[in-house]
């Protein structure tokens, strides 16, 4: 198991952005796929970005050209750059660790950070 501490949420204006980072403990970090779930109030749950241990990385529809993952496995931490936000894109954030993209629900994960856009 790994522990994840996500940070850098918070209230931006629509047309902005953020930056989430994501700390990872442990020493397998670079072995793990890492990816951002995020949560609406009444909606399903939606993986957003994921990046594989090998670098290769996946988005959601809703954020493709506008969300980009990144990780640097010197600091266990992974990013999430989120760029012209859309109230549409308010949640709770999640960090999320697993052994592949595919199977990263199945993984660890952090406690989450709220992301609200205004409009």
């Known amino acids: 198991q790994v522990q994840l501490v996500e940070s850098g949420g918070g209230l931006v204006q629509a047309g902005g952005s953020l930056r989430l980072s994501c700390a990872a403990s442990g020493r397998t970090f670079t072995t793990y796929a890492m990816g951002w779930f995020r949560q609406a109030p009444g909606k399903e749950r939606e993986l957003v970005a994921g990046v594989s241990s090998g670098g290769r990385s996946y988005f959601g529809e809703s954020v493709k050209g506008r969300f980009t993952i990144s990780r640097d496995n010197a600091k266990n931490t992974v990013y999430l750059q989120m760029n012209s936000l859309k109230p549409e894109d308010t949640a709770v954030y999640y960090c999320?660790?697993?052994?592949?993209?595919?199977?990263?629900?199945?993984?660890?994960w952090g406690r989450g950070t709220q992301v609200t856009v205004s409009s």
């Open positions: 999320v660790a697993g052994p592949t993209i595919a199977t990263i629900d199945s993984g660890s």
